[in-house]
C-alpha cells in the first residue's frame, strides 16, 4: 500500500514569512495528493489538492508542487497569517484507491 | 459545514463496553470511511466502504467493526472498549473511490474511562 512521509513535523515561522511542508509517498501508481488544514479540536478541511497531470497549482496564498519522478510534493504558504496556525496533512491516493495520509506538520505562526 | 454528519458528537463510556458511531454521508457519496485519530496523533485508516461494500481496511482492530447500510449511512461498532480507544473518531464521504476529494464529518469524541 501507499507510504506517506511528512516533513517536518514542527514548523515555526515569523509572521509575513513563507512556509514549506514537504511530502514523499512509495506508490507510483498515486495520481491524487490532496492537502488538508486541521484546527484544534476540528475536523481536517480540504485546502488545496493536485493530480498527477498537474506539476503547481496556487490558491491566493498557498501553493501545492509535485515531482512524480521524484515521488514527492510539497506545500506551500506564503504571507504567512496567525491563522495559518494548525496542523497540515498531505495524503495521497495510491493504486489501491485508498486515502493515507501523512503524519501532520504543526505549523506555529509567531506575531 | 462539510455535510457530513456524525453522532454522537460526545460520549464517554467505561472499559470493556459497546458503543456505536454513526455517519452520514454528504448527498450523492456513496464512499465512507472512518479514521482515528488519538491525541497529538495522526489520522490513522480504518476502513472503507463504497455502495455498501467494504472497499479498502487499514489498522481496524478486531474488536471494531464497521458496515455501510442500504441508504448509505455508516456504523462503527467499538467493542471490549480499552482506555486506549479514546479517541477522535472521523467518519469521511467522497464521491467515488479514493481519487475523489473526502470530506470529514465534525467527529466523535469518544473518551474510555
Known amino acids: 500500500g501507499e507510504n506517506v512521509e511528512q516533513h517536518p513535523s514542527t514548523l515555526s515561522v515569523q509572521e509575513g514569512d513563507s512556509a514549506v511542508i514537504k511530502c514523499t509517498y512509495s506508490?507510483?501508481?498515486?495520481?491524487?495528493f490532496p492537502w488538508y488544514k486541521q484546527e484544534l479540536g476540528k475536523r481536517p478541511q480540504l485546502i488545496i489538492d493536485?493530480?498527477?497531470?498537474?506539476g503547481e497549482k496556487k490558491d491566493q496564498r498557498i501553493a501545492v508542487t509535485l515531482n512524480k519522478t521524484a515521488k514527492h510534493f510539497s506545500l506551500h504558504i506564503t504571507e504567512t497569517q496567525p491563522e495559518d496556525s494548525a496542523v497540515y496533512f498531505c495524503?495521497?491516493?495510491?493504486?489501491?484507491?485508498?486515502?493515507?495520509f501523512g503524519a501532520g506538520t504543526t505549523v506555529t505562526v509567531r506575531a | 459545514d462539510s455535510g457530513v454528519t456524525q453522532t454522537p458528537k460526545h460520549l464517554i463510556t467505561a472499559t470493556g463496553q459497546r458503543v456505536t458511531l454513526r455517519c452520514s454521508p454528504r448527498s450523492g457519496d456513496l464512499s465512507v470511511y472512518w479514521y482515528q485519530q488519538s491525541l497529538d496523533q495522526g489520522l490513522q485508516f480504518l476502513i472503507q466502504?463504497?455502495?455498501?461494500?467494504?472497499?479498502a481496511k487499514g489498522n481496524i482492530l478486531e474488536r471494531f467493526s464497521a458496515q455501510q447500510f442500504p441508504d448509505l449511512h455508516s456504523e462503527l461498532n467499538l467493542s471490549s472498549l480499552e482506555l486506549g480507544d479514546s479517541a477522535l473518531y472521523f467518519c469521511a464521504s467522497s464521491e467515488g473511490t479514493g481519487r475523489n476529494t473526502i470530506y470529514f464529518g465534525e467527529g466523535s469524541w469518544l473518551t474510555v474511562v
Open positions: 506508490d507510483s501508481a498515486s495520481n491524487y
Open positions: 466502504y463504497y455502495n455498501g461494500e467494504e472497499r
Open positions: 495524503a495521497a491516493s495510491g493504486g489501491d484507491y485508498k486515502l493515507s
Open positions: 493536485i493530480r498527477s497531470n498537474v
